[in-house]
């Protein structure tokens, strides 16, 4: 019995009887560009979510987070706005499935997870996906995992109004061990699963810094990146940026408002540092790849303006410290994590040497964490 299972007995003196996981992720290369249509390489990571329930009479559902031991009880008959705390990520399947009609009853549910918190790694999709595969199993929902991805997004895109793309959701869902996923979001699909060089590991450093206004700051970049699009479309034939080329951009540059040009730049070399990326993983030049992670940073930097002070620092440490080949930051940005590509046999010192390090330039901390690369929910 995992743990999970045996923790829940105990609180709730009923066994569960069904539950799902679903891992978190990091983005590896192409930022913002799931909504833009474009590329993504991503990877489910083997730290996740668990949640586990049990269906019970009338309309009240409970939750315990084993974590922090808070628990939240909700009415069925009463979902359809958000509550103000976690919960709102299972809630909000429960929404999107009642728009589908697809109804379902009461349950007590818990949840176990070891994905940081608001950090960039996707713990909010990572509830969403195993809150829906638990609920698809135990109220025999049958929908694609296309479908699922959606339900989920919908919770951040409609319920909560982040007006994010498929990427988080897609990742946690359609993860492989060992392999960075390439995804295509025109398609809504991925296209191909590339397994990462096994003498290297992604290592997370955690700015720790939350930026209360991550979703406003995160819905104006996608309206610029829409702006572009609409004043581009009035004479050339596009649909998204995805069919911009950065010589397309330059053409268009006096027509655009500048901020929302840069926005736009990012969008389009993230596309081809994706290309570019898969191209140097195919041909086992890991160096090549560890460039395009520097090049992505520098683009958030100078373009698409969504790092921060203590991200810059955590990448430029990652330069002089032996054992790591490329750093960016990877998710929606404005704070939350760093990712570094290191060494296997280095990654102890490394981590010891960029906490130190960091420390003594900032006077700030940083987390830590050893990702390896896991399988999607199941
Ligand atoms: C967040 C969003 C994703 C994606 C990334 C940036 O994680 O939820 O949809 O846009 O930011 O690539």
């Given at each position: 019995?995992?743990?999970?299972?045996?923790?829940f007995?105990?609180?709730?003196?009923?066994?569960?009887?069904?539950s799902?996981v679903?891992?978190?992720?990091?983005?590896?290369?192409?930022n913002h560009?799931d909504?833009?249509?474009?590329?993504?390489?991503s990877?489910?990571?083997?730290?996740?979510t668990?949640?586990?329930?049990?269906?019970?009479?009338g309309?009240i559902?409970?939750?315990?987070?084993?974590?922090?031991?808070?628990?939240h009880?909700?009415?069925l008959?009463?979902?359809?706005?958000?509550?103000?705390?976690?919960?709102d990520y299972?809630?909000?399947?429960?929404?999107g499935?009642?728009k589908?009609?697809i109804k379902?009853?009461?349950?007590y549910a818990?949840?176990?997870?070891?994905?940081?918190l608001?950090?960039?790694?996707?713990?909010?999709?990572?509830?969403?996906?195993?809150?829906?595969f638990?609920?698809?199993?135990?109220?025999?929902?049958e929908?694609?995992?296309?479908?699922w991805?959606?339900?989920?997004?919908s919770v951040e895109?409609?319920?909560?109004?982040?007006?994010?793309?498929?990427l988080?959701?897609l990742s946690s869902?359609y993860?492989?061990?060992?392999?960075?996923?390439?995804?295509?979001?025109?398609e809504?699909?991925v296209?191909?699963n590339?397994?990462?060089?096994?003498n290297?590991?992604?290592?997370?450093?955690?700015?720790?810094?939350k930026?209360n206004l991550?979703d406003s700051?995160?819905n104006?970049?996608?309206?610029?990146?829409e702006?572009v699009?609409?004043?581009?479309?009035?004479?050339?034939?596009i649909?998204?940026?995805?069919?911009?080329?950065?010589?397309?951009?330059?053409?268009?540059?006096?027509?655009?408002?500048?901020f929302?040009?840069?926005?736009a730049?990012?969008?389009v070399?993230?596309?081809?540092?994706?290309?570019?990326?898969?191209?140097?993983?195919?041909n086992?030049?890991?160096?090549?790849?560890g460039?395009?992670?520097?090049?992505s940073?520098?683009?958030?930097?100078?373009?698409?303006e969504?790092?921060?002070e203590?991200?810059?620092c955590?990448?430029?440490?990652s330069?002089?410290i032996?054992?790591?080949?490329?750093?960016?930051?990877?998710?929606g940005?404005?704070?939350?994590?760093?990712i570094?590509l290191?060494?296997k046999?280095?990654i102890?010192?490394y981590?010891?040497?960029l906490?130190?390090?960091?420390?003594?330039?900032?006077g700030?901390?940083?987390?830590?964490i050893i990702?390896e690369?896991?399988?999607?929910?199941?």
């Amino acid at each position: 019995m995992s743990c999970l299972l045996k923790k829940f007995k105990e609180y709730y003196g009923i066994e569960a009887t069904t539950s799902a996981v679903a891992p978190g992720r990091l983005e590896v290369l192409g930022n913002h560009t799931d909504y833009n249509e474009g590329l993504v390489l991503s990877a489910a990571v083997a730290q996740k979510t668990e949640f586990a329930l049990a269906p019970v009479k009338g309309n009240i559902c409970k939750i315990h987070d084993f974590r922090d031991n808070s628990t939240h009880e909700f009415d069925l008959n009463d979902i359809d706005k958000p509550k103000g705390n976690w919960t709102d990520y299972v809630i909000g399947v429960i929404v999107g499935l009642k728009k589908k009609q697809i109804k379902i009853s009461a349950f007590y549910a818990g949840i176990l997870s070891d994905i940081p918190l608001s950090a960039g790694m996707s713990s909010s999709a990572a509830l969403e996906v195993s809150t829906a595969f638990a609920l698809a199993k135990e109220f025999n929902i049958e929908l694609s995992k296309l479908e699922w991805a959606k339900i989920c997004q919908s919770v951040e895109y409609d319920y909560l109004g982040l007006k994010c793309g498929l990427l988080d959701q897609l990742s946690s869902i359609y993860g492989k061990k060992n392999n960075l996923i390439f995804s295509d979001f025109r398609e809504e699909k991925v296209m191909e699963n590339i397994p990462l060089n096994e003498n290297f590991v992604f290592v997370v450093a955690n700015s720790l810094v939350k930026h209360n206004l991550v979703d406003s700051a995160y819905n104006q970049r996608r309206e610029a990146c829409e702006n572009v699009v609409n004043i581009i479309q009035q004479t050339e034939k596009i649909k998204s940026l995805r069919d911009v080329s950065v010589d397309m951009l330059e053409l268009y540059k006096d027509k655009l408002p500048r901020f929302d040009y840069l926005r736009a730049m990012h969008v389009v070399l993230e596309i081809q540092n994706v290309r570019d990326g898969i191209l140097a993983l195919k041909n086992n030049d890991i160096n090549a790849f560890g460039q395009l992670m520097y090049k992505s940073h520098q683009s958030s930097v100078e373009n698409f303006e969504n790092s921060c002070e203590e991200l810059d620092c955590l990448v430029e440490l990652s330069k002089s410290i032996p054992g790591c080949i490329g750093a960016r930051l990877s998710g929606g940005g404005f704070g939350g994590v760093s990712i570094h590509l290191v060494k296997k046999e280095e990654i102890a010192t490394y981590a010891e040497r960029l906490q130190i390090a960091y420390e003594l330039q900032t006077g700030k901390k940083t987390e830590i964490i050893i990702c390896e690369i896991g399988d999607g929910a199941s």
